[in-house]
């Protein structure tokens, strides 16, 4: 995908100007390289979504492992395709990315500094790990649990019947909430490089950071157990301490880089 992008961009009249320094791009420049980035971001998504079409069936059967055994059922006749739509449509996205994220610090390049540019290309792969050990953490630790409680409670009244739609819907927005929330300490660390926010500013606000986390536990699980809600609260407080650990770092950092000559 890399190597599309560089042979699109050997021929693009926006890339030289990408890589001029301390020029500035009229609006009209700003506009065609936001549509050049949009265009490869567009292409990378149709090419992973068509290749995730190939193994489309083994992740619905990975994201149903949670239920342990229990069948889905549908309704409606056409509902098992375009779930099947979606989920190739989602991991596509997913899988797209890295190669998003790579269109939008190109984007904004021409306006940074060297630097910058260089601390912007390095915390991708950050960013990344993050978002990847959140939605682990919600399949693997969250969803297990908080499906099992769904599943027994009220089992001697009725039979559950789940269907497919819902459930898988319900499973990806886990997963990408999850992955976004742990995201936080990377996002901080940017902030605080940046002068936006400090270790101090965080520290005088973990109470609120506290209640924020519950909140947000009672928001993000399905399920009323509290034992579910403390499983989400309480990695979402250690990732507000460890956001202050990086702001301490950040700040550090940019205090250094601003006393050098």
């Known amino acids: 995908m890399l ?30 390289e936001l549509r050049k980035r949009l265009v490869y971001s567009a292409i990378a998504v149709a090419v992973t979504t068509g290749a995730t079409f190939v ?38 996205i997913a899988a797209a990315t890295p190669f998003v994220l790579l269109q939008v610090v190109r984007f904004v390049a021409p306006a940074l500094y060297p630097r910058e540019k260089v601390f912007l290309y390095s915390m991708l792969p950050a960013v990344l790990f993050a978002f990847t050990l959140g939605a682990a953490f919600a399949y693997f630790v969250l969803i297990p649990p908080a499906f099992k409680f ?26 990408f909430w999850i992955g976004i929330v742990f995201e936080l300490p990377i996002a901080v660390f ?5 002068g936006i926010v400090s270790a101090r500013m965080l520290w005088r606000m973990w109470r609120w950071a506290v209640l924020g986390a519950f909140v947000a536990a009672a928001v993000i699980t399905p399920t009323p157990d509290p034992v579910d809600q403390l499983i989400v609260a309480v990695p979402l407080i250690v990732l507000y301490g460890i956001s202050i650990l990086l702001a301490h770092f950040a700040q550090a950092g940019r205090k250094k880089r601003q006393a050098a000559p």
Request: aromatic share 8%.
């Open 150 to 175: 769904l599943l027994t409670f009220g089992g001697e009244i009725a039979t559950p019947l789940l269907t497919i739609d819902k459930y898988i819907s319900l499973v990806t927005r886990l997963v």
């Open 3 to 32: 190597a599309i992008e560089q042979a699109l961009d050997s021929n693009s009249p926006s890339a030289a100007a990408e890589e001029a320094v301390g020029r500035k791009l009229s609006l009209r420049e700003h506009l065609l």
């Open 55 to 92: 193994f489309t069936n083994r992740i619905m059967a990975f994201l149903e492992r949670p239920l342990g055994g229990v069948k889905l059922v549908y309704l409606e006749l056409t509902t098992p395709l375009v779930v099947w739509f979606n989920v190739a449509l989602t991991v596509g």
């Open 190 to 194: 940017i902030l605080a490089r940046i």
